[in-house]
């Protein structure tokens, strides 16, 4: 009978785990603790020590479960398109910026880099509530534009924002033709800093200029920090001018605007620890 019961907590237990669920691990212990006791009343000695090592592993098993269910899913996937020349991977400042503010609120935010990463699925979004698309610049508006097709085809229904500094380039009525024209009506441009927190429903959060990025970059897969790293990057500081030279792209005809020294520290001593530990002899 004793033999018949662990047989029977071990099936619950194998049960409950294909279900991720981590108490299957509890019910292994249980029947460690059953089988301990039938070899140990035969005086199979060595066997009832296999037992014990058994329940030390569970118990560890059950923990390591417990950390892992705990984490908080993906709020935010905030994407970078490959450039339309080709894959050239950098650290993506602008995306960082967004990062570091809803990071400020709690969200938990993934960054996908396709000059690192070739394709994308369902899979990379982890079923984040909201999928962001940056554009450093004009020519990765097409680019932008058909990862969002694709993920629409993939079968993602999150709702898309797209943000970067061209995005303030075009119009609003501008924007609004382009995504019809790509069936994309129910996706949002980010066109200024302040109307981040307001599409995405979040209350004063904190500008660009108050905060640290140094949570984002700690954020960040290893396999980017060691791509990122390994050559140069760049560092925000300011933004803004009081000229209006036409071929430039500067947020322009406004005075230069600084970082918060306060935030700023932190920011260079993370990114000088990556550096040490990514660069190799560079």
């Given at each position: 009978k004793a033999g018949f019961m662990t047989g029977l907590i071990f099936l619950v237990g194998i049960w409950l785990l294909a279900r991720?669920?981590?108490?299957?691990?509890i019910f292994f212990i249980v029947m460690n603790i059953g089988a301990f006791g039938l070899v140990y009343y035969q005086e199979l000695y060595l066997l009832a020590v296999l037992?014990?090592?058994?329940?030390?592993?569970?118990?560890?098993?059950?923990?390591?479960?417990?950390?892992?269910?705990?984490?908080?899913?993906?709020?935010?996937?905030?994407?970078?398109?490959?450039?339309?020349?080709?894959?050239?991977?950098?650290?993506p400042t602008g995306l960082l910026a967004v990062a570091a503010r809803l990071m400020y609120f709690g969200k938990v935010v993934k960054i996908i880099d396709l000059n690192v990463q070739d394709e994308i699925s369902l899979e990379d979004l982890e079923n984040a509530e909201w999928v962001g698309i940056g554009m450093l610049g004009a020519p990765y508006i097409p680019q932008a534009l058909k990862l969002a097709i694709l993920l629409r085809h993939l079968g993602a229904e999150q709702p898309i924002f797209f943000g970067?500094?061209?995005?303030?380039?075009?119009?609003?009525?501008?924007?609004?033709?382009?995504?019809?024209k790509h069936s994309l009506v129910n996706a949002l441009v980010i066109r200024k800093e302040e109307e981040l927190g307001s599409n995405l429903g979040i209350k004063n959060l904190p500008s660009i200029f108050d905060?640290?990025?140094?949570?984002?970059?700690?954020?960040?897969s290893p396999k980017l920090l060691e791509v990122y790293f390994r050559k140069e990057f760049c560092i925000f500081t300011s933004d803004g001018c009081i000229y209006n030279c036409t071929?430039?792209?500067?947020?322009?005809?406004?005075?230069?605007?600084?970082?918060?020294?306060?935030?700023?520290?932190?920011?260079?001593?993370?990114?000088a620890s990556m550096v040490r530990r990514y660069s190799g002899k560079n």
């Amino acid at each position: 009978k004793a033999g018949f019961m662990t047989g029977l907590i071990f099936l619950v237990g194998i049960w409950l785990l294909a279900r991720n669920y981590p108490s299957g691990y509890i019910f292994f212990i249980v029947m460690n603790i059953g089988a301990f006791g039938l070899v140990y009343y035969q005086e199979l000695y060595l066997l009832a020590v296999l037992q014990v090592l058994s329940i030390l592993f569970s118990l560890d098993a059950f923990f390591q479960a417990i950390k892992t269910k705990k984490t908080k899913p993906v709020d935010v996937v905030l994407i970078q398109p490959k450039a339309r020349w080709g894959k050239h991977p950098y650290l993506p400042t602008g995306l960082l910026a967004v990062a570091a503010r809803l990071m400020y609120f709690g969200k938990v935010v993934k960054i996908i880099d396709l000059n690192v990463q070739d394709e994308i699925s369902l899979e990379d979004l982890e079923n984040a509530e909201w999928v962001g698309i940056g554009m450093l610049g004009a020519p990765y508006i097409p680019q932008a534009l058909k990862l969002a097709i694709l993920l629409r085809h993939l079968g993602a229904e999150q709702p898309i924002f797209f943000g970067g500094p061209v995005a303030g380039k075009i119009s609003e009525q501008g924007w609004q033709r382009l995504l019809k024209k790509h069936s994309l009506v129910n996706a949002l441009v980010i066109r200024k800093e302040e109307e981040l927190g307001s599409n995405l429903g979040i209350k004063n959060l904190p500008s660009i200029f108050d905060i640290s990025m140094a949570p984002a970059i700690k954020a960040l897969s290893p396999k980017l920090l060691e791509v990122y790293f390994r050559k140069e990057f760049c560092i925000f500081t300011s933004d803004g001018c009081i000229y209006n030279c036409t071929f430039c792209s500067a947020n322009k005809g406004m005075k230069e605007r600084f970082r918060n020294l306060d935030a700023f520290p932190e920011e260079i001593r993370t990114i000088a620890s990556m550096v040490r530990r990514y660069s190799g002899k560079n």
